[in-house]
C-alpha cells in the first residue's frame, strides 16, 4: 500500500524549475506547492510552458535547473508507482481493447485498484469490449485517465484532459475528476479552459510565457482583483446616447459595461432611455483576469 | 474533370518528391540490385556449366578447356563430391591426381562428362545420388527471409512507431524499465516467427518433403539464435531512431544486402571472394548455410559450430548496445 502523507507538508513541490531549448526559455523558474488532497490547476495559453512544466514535475522531461520534491524528498523509485499520469496526447498498442488496455496496464504496478472499481469510476462498462482505436475522443480521455488511476495512486498528473472535446464529453469528463476529488486524491491539472479550472480547482496558477503570473484559490484571485460587476447589454453601440456617462466596451454580443456601483450603472442607463430588455449581469470571471494581467485573449 | 486530376497529381508529384527517403530509396533500391547482382554475376556471358578444382585452377583449365564453364577453386574434396552427387555443382575436378567426379544422373554433369572424356589422361569417377532440387536449396533462404523482414521490422519498425506516437512516453511514465519492455519484445517477435515458420516448413514438407539429414532439434536451435540474431539488429536501429522513414531506410539498407548476397537465392559459390567476404558479415549468411549443412549434409552443431557462435555472438552485441542506446523518447 501506499505510504499516507503526513498531515504537514506538501505532496508536490517545484522549486525555481527552468527549461531551455537552446535559446528559448519555455519555463523560466517556476515554484509551487501542492497541499496534499488539493487539486491544483496550471492554466494557460497554448505555449505559456504548461505541457513542460507538468512533464518535469513528472520526471519525464529532465529540467535545465531547479527541483522538484515528492512527499518532502527528491523523486526515487517509489514515485512512478505511486502516481498516475495521463499526457495531453498519448497513443496505445494497436488491436488492443479497452479491457486488454486496461488489464495491460493494472499489470504493471504492484498493487492496482479492481477492475470493476475503474471501470465504474471512469464509466467504461459499455466499452470494455471495444477496440480502443475506435472510442470517441470523451471516451479514449475516460480510458487514459482509467489508466492514469489503475494503481489508485494519490497524486494525478492530469495534462489538458478535456482539450478538444466536445461540450457533453468534456462534462463527463468534469464527472470523472470530480469522483477522483472525492477520493481524496492530489491532482495537478494543466487546463486552457477558465470554466474547468473554477469549477475543479482548489488553487490556480496563472502561467503565461514560462512564469507563473498570479496564484490563489479561483474566487480569492477574483475578489483580490476584482470588485466590478459586468453589464451586458445585447444592443449595439449605435443604440447608447453619446452623453452616456459610463465606459464601455463592445463584444461580439452588444456591449458591456464594467462598474463596481451596478445601482448607478442601471439608473444611468435607465435615465438615458437604454432598453434594458436582455441585459445580464454577472461578475468578471477567469478569463477577464487572464485578459487583465497578460493583456491577451486566452487563446484555446 | 482534367484540371482537377492535374492538381491532385501534381499535388502527390510533390509530396512523393520532397518526401526525400521515399524518393532516395526509389532512387537507391534498384541502384543497389543493380550493382549487388553485377558483383555476384560479373559482366561476362554468365557460363552454362560450374565445375569445383581442388588444385591449380589456371593449369586445369589450360589442360581442360572447358567451354562456357566456371572453373571455382575449393579445398574440400569431400564436401564438394556430395555436391556433384546432388547435382548442385557439375563436376569436380581433381588436378593432382587428374581425376573427376560427375553424376551421370544430372544433364549437365553428364555433358561435362562428354567433354572430359576427349582429354588425355583425365579419369571420370562416377559420384551417384539423386539431385536436390532448386525447391529443397530454396526452402531454407525462403524462411530464412521471412524470419529476417519479420524480425528487423517487426521489431525494428514497431518501436520506432511507438515511441512516434508516444506509446513509449507512456510506458515510460509506469515502473516498466526498458530492459522489461526491450525483453517483451525480443520474446515476443522470437516466439511468433519460431511458430510460423515451424508451421510453414511442415506445411510444405506435406507437399514438397523436405530431406532432413541432420537433427530438427539443431535445425530449431540455429534458427532460434538466427531469429534472436535478426530481432537484436532490429533493437538496435530502433534504439533511438524517432522517425519511421529513417528506420525504414536503415532496414531496409540492412535488408537488401541479405536478400542478396546471403545466399537466398543462389549460391554464391564462385563469386569474387570479397563479395563472400562480406556475406560472412550478414546473420543470414550464417542461418542459411548452418541450416542446409543441417538438412542437406546431416551437420551436427559441432560441424556448423562457426554459424551457431556467428549469430550468438552477434545477438550479444547488439542487444548490449541497443540497451545502452536506448531511449524512451528522443527529446
Not at chain 2, 307 to 316: D, I, K, M, P, S
Request: aromatic share 8%; charged share 20%; proline share 5%.
Amino acid at each position: 500500500m501506499v505510504a499516507q502523507t503526513p498531515a504537514t507538508g506538501p505532496v508536490l513541490e517545484a522549486r525555481e524549475l527552468r527549461k531551455n531549448y537552446g535559446e528559448l526559455e519555455a519555463v523560466r523558474g517556476i515554484s509551487f506547492a501542492v497541499p496534499a488532497g488539493c487539486c491544483f490547476g496550471l492554466l494557460g495559453p497554448n505555449g505559456a510552458g504548461k505541457t513542460t512544466t507538468i512533464e518535469m514535475l513528472e520526471g519525464v522531461l529532465p529540467a535545465s535547473s531547479g527541483e522538484v520534491c515528492y512527499r518532502g524528498q527528491p523523486r526515487d523509485g517509489r514515485f512512478l508507482q505511486e502516481v498516475g499520469i495521463a499526457f495531453q496526447a498519448t497513443a496505445l498498442q494497436d488491436f488492443l481493447t479497452v479491457r486488454d488496455q486496461l488489464r495491460l496496464f493494472r499489470s504493471l504496478y504492484a498493487d492496482p485498484l479492481p477492475e470493476d472499481e475503474l471501470v465504474a469510476l471512469c464509466a467504461l462498462e459499455p466499452l470494455l469490449n471495444r477496440d480502443s482505436r475506435k472510442l470517441s475522443g470523451g471516451q479514449r480521455q475516460r480510458l487514459l485517465l482509467a489508466l492514469a488511476l489503475v494503481n489508485d495512486p494519490q497524486l494525478v498528473f492530469l495534462d489538458e484532459p478535456t482539450t478538444g472535446l466536445d461540450p457533453q464529453a468534456r462534462r463527463n469528463v468534469w464527472a470523472v475528476l470530480e469522483a477522483i476529488k472525492a477520493r481524496g486524491k492530489t491532482i495537478l491539472l494543466s487546463t486552457h479552459y477558465m470554466e474547468e479550472a473554477y469549477r475543479l480547482c482548489d488553487e490556480i496558477a496563472i502561467i503565461d510565457h514560462g512564469r507563473i503570473i498570479a496564484q490563489g484559490s479561483p474566487d480569492a484571485l477574483l475578489a483580490s482583483h476584482f470588485d466590478e460587476t459586468v453589464i451586458a447589454l445585447p444592443v449595439p453601440a449605435s443604440a447608447l446616447p453619446d452623453d452616456l456617462p459610463l465606459d464601455f466596451i463592445e463584444t461580439a454580443t452588444g456591449v458591456e459595461i464594467i462598474t463596481p456601483d451596478v445601482d448607478s450603472a442601471l439608473k444611468a442607463l435607465a435615465f438615458a432611455g437604454t432598453p434594458l430588455n436582455g441585459v445580464v449581469l454577472r461578475h468578471r470571471t477567469l478569463e477577464d483576469l487572464f485578459l487583465e494581467l497578460t493583456g491577451e485573449e486566452l487563446r484555446a | 474533370m482534367m484540371g482537377r486530376v492535374y492538381a491532385l497529381l501534381h499535388a502527390r508529384n510533390l509530396e512523393f518528391l520532397r518526401d526525400r527517403s521515399t524518393l532516395g530509396w526509389n532512387v537507391l533500391l534498384p541502384l543497389l540490385l543493380v550493382a549487388g547482382l553485377a558483383a555476384v554475376f560479373g559482366n561476362g556471358v554468365r557460363p552454362l556449366f560450374k565445375v569445383a578444382v581442388v588444385g591449380d585452377v589456371p593449369t586445369v583449365q589450360a589442360q581442360t578447356l572447358l567451354e562456357f564453364t566456371d572453373y571455382v577453386a575449393v579445398d574440400d574434396a569431400e564436401r564438394l563430391r556430395r555436391q556433384v552427387a546432388r547435382h548442385q555443382i557439375d563436376a569436380l575436378l581433381l588436378a593432382d591426381s587428374r581425376e573427376y567426379f560427375y553424376n551421370p544422373a544430372s544433364p549437365k554433369g553428364a555433358v561435362i562428362h562428354r567433354m572430359l572424356q576427349a582429354v588425355p589422361s583425365w579419369q571420370g569417377r562416377i559420384e551417384e545420388g539423386a539431385g536436390l532440387r532448386y525447391i529443397d536449396w530454396l526452402l531454407p533462404g525462403i524462411l530464412g527471409m521471412n524470419i529476417m523482414f519479420s524480425c528487423l521490422f517487426g521489431v525494428g519498425y514497431v518501436i520506432v512507431r511507438y515511441r512516434k506516437n508516444g506509446y513509449l512516453k507512456r510506458l515510460s511514465a509506469t515502473p516498466v524499465r526498458p530492459l522489461d519492455f526491450v525483453l517483451a519484445q525480443v520474446l515476443s517477435r522470437l516466439l511468433l516467427i519460431l511458430l510460423i515458420t515451424v508451421a510453414v516448413f511442415i506445411g510444405t514438407d506435406f507437399v514438397f518433403e523436405f530431406p532432413v539429414r541432420g537433427s530438427y532439434a539443431d535445425l530449431l536451435l540455429l534458427t532460434v539464435l538466427g531469429c534472436a540474431a535478426m530481432v537484436s539488429i532490429g533493437l538496435l536501429v530502433a534504439a533511438r531512431v524517432a522517425s519511421e522513414e529513417v528506420a525504414g531506410g536503415l532496414l531496409n539498407f540492412l535488408a537488401w544486402p541479405m536478400m542478396l548476397l546471403s545466399g537466398v537465392w543462389f549460391s554464391l559459390e564462385g563469386a569474387p571472394q570479397w563479395i563472400q567476404h562480406l556475406a560472412l558479415a550478414l546473420p543470414l549468411t550464417h542461418l542459411l548455410s548452418g541450416a542446409r549443412a543441417i538438412m542437406f549434409d546431416g551437420a551436427g552443431l559441432a560441424d556448423v559450430a562457426l554459424e551457431l557462435g556467428a549469430l550468438a555472438g552477434l545477438t550479444v552485441l547488439c542487444i548490449g548496445l541497443a540497451a545502452w542506446l536506448f531511449r524512451w523518447r528522443t527529446d
